[in-house]
């Protein structure tokens, strides 16, 4: 005799092979029964559960089997809604969640179970339901279209009809916990959101939900190439077009991956302002992943205080809207990645044996008071960057190098990093591209300032054309001027456009000391440089 307690729910599915190793598992039935060992017990049935390939030869097998107090607590039924007369609805709840759910299974070489993938077929079928979710006089409110009205009123029986209602009614719940994010209106068609008013970090919120989900994407996959990226990347950043090239190559190969490809880290070396931090950002906004940017000798173990992997992930988690899919695609990037080997040696061997971890792709749960979830960081974009001046002080001209490319002008800088006592050569084989950003020399600066996207003389120009109808006019002397200015020690472009916003200040000050003048230009020239009052302004 089973006890209520002990009473268990499970789907049945039927076992389909469509190919040598592969396999369709199709939903058949609900059963009410008991686990015991490999098999459920339903009345006098026994079915195996899936746990081998041998399970694969056989008619029916059965997967997602839950106690009842765990589906209370999976689907959010207080005990007072639910109690025995009524725990029949929860099974047919528990059942339309998956009915339209397959799953596919495929083996190896070996006979072992490889790959087990849930299709939802529901979200694949073309419809035109909407749902849209709003405050009426202050009330948080559903309305359905006449398509979904007419899912509703197909229902076979009271009960289909209570569990869709049902689902309808939880949604209208999480949404009124939205209350505290002012959002105020949610249209869903087809699944997906289409509109929000005030602002969008609830849609991370919805595809949660299993009869809901949500594609999040503001910028269409099919948008994203290659060529478009390695071009976001040099409209901002010059003098390392082979370099970006690459990156380019690694980061959407990363991005265009799927979990059992894995993603390959990449290490930037170069001095500080030849463009790192820059190609990191454009790439970023091309891609349209969330990012965060860590010093990774601010890092300690979990515990110390500091940074710790855990506050990194949970940072990346809330850049993604706590869409835990974007923010396991997202991107890290740690700089200072040399500097690490300057810390004391009990915590530098624990926090690289982590970042060892986070590397290669590891699990790493997050549980406090305010965040439960688990980040794997496997398809985790890794990043890291460093000046490494013990390498780059004896060779200027390092070029690059990757792991297809071992030597690159007879320079072999995995070899030096080995050599010089950064990280050991099992540490650096994680890192399977390494590329060097070489010091700017004065024409690609001149470029940089006259042409990138991330110039501050182009941002100043665009700046007051539209918020003062001046147009900024500089001629070649100017440049020249600017570049001769800068000692020859700070090799940068921060140290450029440092100068440059300083040089300009005066004529900016002038500008708003008469805003309400239509002035119409504002000529720079080499005096300027010399003079910061010697400006034309008319």
Do not use: W
């Not at 006089?137 to 359905?144: A, E, G």
């Not at 190439?225 to 959407?252: C, N, P, T």
């Not at 965060?292 to 949970?314: C, L, M, R, Y």
């Amino acid at each position: 005799m089973i006890k209520a307690d002990d009473i268990e729910y499970g789907i049945k599915y039927r076992v389909i092979k469509i190919l040598k190793g592969k396999f369709i598992l199709f939903p058949v039935s609900i059963e009410e029964g008991e686990t015991i060992g490999f098999d459920f017990q339903a009345g006098t049935e026994k079915i195996s559960l899936l746990s081998s390939s041998d399970d694969l030869k056989k008619r029916y097998v059965m997967e997602n089997v839950y106690f009842l107090e765990e589906l209370k607590e999976i689907y959010e039924f207080a005990e007072d809604e639910l109690n025995e007369d009524n725990k029949d609805f929860l099974s047919e709840y528990f059942y339309n969640d998956y009915k339209e759910k397959i799953i596919y299974v495929e083996t190896d070489s070996l006979g072992d179970i490889a790959e087990k993938l849930e299709i939802d077929l529901d979200f694949m079928k073309e419809k035109e339901e909407d749902i849209t979710f709003m405050y009426n006089k202050d009330i948080p409110s559903v309305i359905l279209n006449e398509d979904a009205l007419n899912a509703i009123l197909q229902c076979n029986n009271i009960k289909e009809i209570k569990v869709l209602m049902e689902k309808y009614k939880r949604l209208v719940l999480k949404f009124e916990e939205l209350r505290e994010q002012q959002i105020t209106k949610i249209k869903i068609k087809n699944k997906k959101i289409e509109e929000i008013e005030t602002i969008r970090e609830v849609e991370s919120f919805f595809s949660n939900e299993k009869d809901n989900k949500v594609i999040i994407s503001d910028q269409e996959t099919s948008t994203i190439s290659y060529e478009g990226l390695r071009k976001a990347i040099k409209e901002r950043v010059f003098g390392h077009d082979e370099q970006i090239d690459i990156f380019a190559q690694k980061l959407y190969m990363n991005y265009t991956a799927r979990e059992d490809e894995g993603t390959e880290s990449i290490l930037l070396i170069g001095p500080t302002g030849t463009g790192k931090t820059e190609t990191i950002n454009a790439a970023c906004s091309y891609l349209d992943i969330p990012s965060i940017s860590v010093n990774a000798s601010n890092i300690v173990p979990q515990g110390i205080k500091g940074t710790s992997i855990e506050d990194i992930i949970i940072s990346i988690y809330e850049r993604a809207g706590r869409d835990i899919y974007k923010a396991q695609r997202g991107l890290i990037f740690l700089d200072e990645f040399d500097k690490l080997n300057e810390s004391e040696l009990d915590i530098k061997t624990v926090i690289k044996n982590i970042l060892l971890t986070f590397t290669a792709g590891g699990i790493f749960p997050i549980n406090d008071e305010y965040y439960d979830f688990t980040y794997n960081s496997l398809m985790t974009n890794k990043v890291f960057a460093g000046v490494f001046d013990k390498i780059t002080s004896q060779n200027r001209n390092v070029g690059f190098i990757t792991s297809q490319e071992p030597k690159v002008h007879g320079y072999d800088v995995r070899k030096k990093i080995v050599e010089k006592n950064y990280f050991t050569l099992e540490e650096l084989s994680r890192i399977s591209t390494i590329l060097t950003f070489d010091e700017l020399d004065r024409e690609t600066k001149k470029r940089i300032l006259l042409e990138s996207k991330l110039s501050e003389l182009n941002k100043k120009r665009a700046r007051y054309k539209r918020q003062f109808g001046i147009d900024l006019i500089i001629d070649d002397s100017f440049v020249e001027a600017i570049l001769d200015s800068v000692p020859t020690s700070e090799t940068g472009m921060r140290s450029v456009n440092n100068m440059l916003k300083k040089i300009i200040d005066e004529a900016e000050r002038g500008i708003l000391e008469n805003e309400c003048s239509e002035y119409k230009k504002l000529v720079l020239t080499k005096k300027t440089v010399q003079n910061s009052n010697n400006f034309d302004l008319s």
